[in-house]
């Protein structure tokens, strides 16, 4: 299930679970408020600006080790970034802290998807549970755009210990909340980690579209199925 909300059985759906970035708020929008931000801020202290190269090594090494086994990924992400630069794994975390896990989340709020927090509201009142799956830290995240889960997971967390897209932490997530995995639904943006993870888990997912404007509607839509189900 890729997209096509129509065909969701909600009567058997028990547990839906959220990817955060690009899923809860649109990440163009959110871009364009820190790149400004950075910009800003760089453009009065050039002499600090192999941060920015910070930043940029730090995503692309999360992005390309996506499939790598290796354990303890919440330091090893840090040290893969500082591996190769004249800084240290403390430089990274700092930095990263600052632009990446802190200073985005005033902006989300803003950058969130139309719908989201209604669409949340009524799950709860319908009785089924929310959590929360990202590669990310999402619990500051979703505090800044007032909303709350049953359970939420990162990849970094101990007992998942792996990035999308491999399955363990949708796995977990279900067997935490006693729900068999083909009564969850996954929502994630991107086909290549949150789509492949739901298959590689064997659970049913839905993926928003980012590139166009139905964006807007995707949680409209899927709450008004919710609310007329049989």
Known sequence: MQGDSHSLNWSKIKLV???????LYAQAKLRKWMLRDLLGYYMLRPWRYKEL??????????EHRNTEDCTDLENSQYAWCADGQKVTTDDVRKVTD?????????????????????????LRRMGIKTAIYSDY??????????????????????????FKPHPKGLLYIAEQMGVAVDECLFI???????????????????????KTDDSAAFYPVLEQQLNTKP
């Not at 679970?17 to 899923?23: P, R, S």
């Not at 190269?53 to 999360?62: A, C, D, H, N």
């Not at 989300?108 to 509201?121: D, E, K, Q």
Request: glycine share 6%; proline share 4%.
């Open 17 to 23: 679970i959220f990817d955060v970035d690009g899923t």
């Open 53 to 62: 190269l910070i930043l940029q090594k730090f995503r692309s090494e999360r």
């Open 98 to 122: 600052k632009w990446i896990f802190t200073h985005p989340n005033q902006y989300l709020s803003r950058c969130a998807y139309p719908g989201i927090n209604s669409f949340f509201t009524s």
């Open 137 to 162: 830290k999402a619990h500051d995240k979703l505090a800044a755009m007032n909303l709350t889960a049953d359970l939420v997971v990162s990849s970094t967390d101990p007992q998942i210990d792996k």
């Open 188 to 210: 994630g943006d991107r086909d290549e980690r949150d789509g492949l993870c739901a298959r590689n888990a064997g659970m049913p997912y839905l993926l928003i579209d980012t």
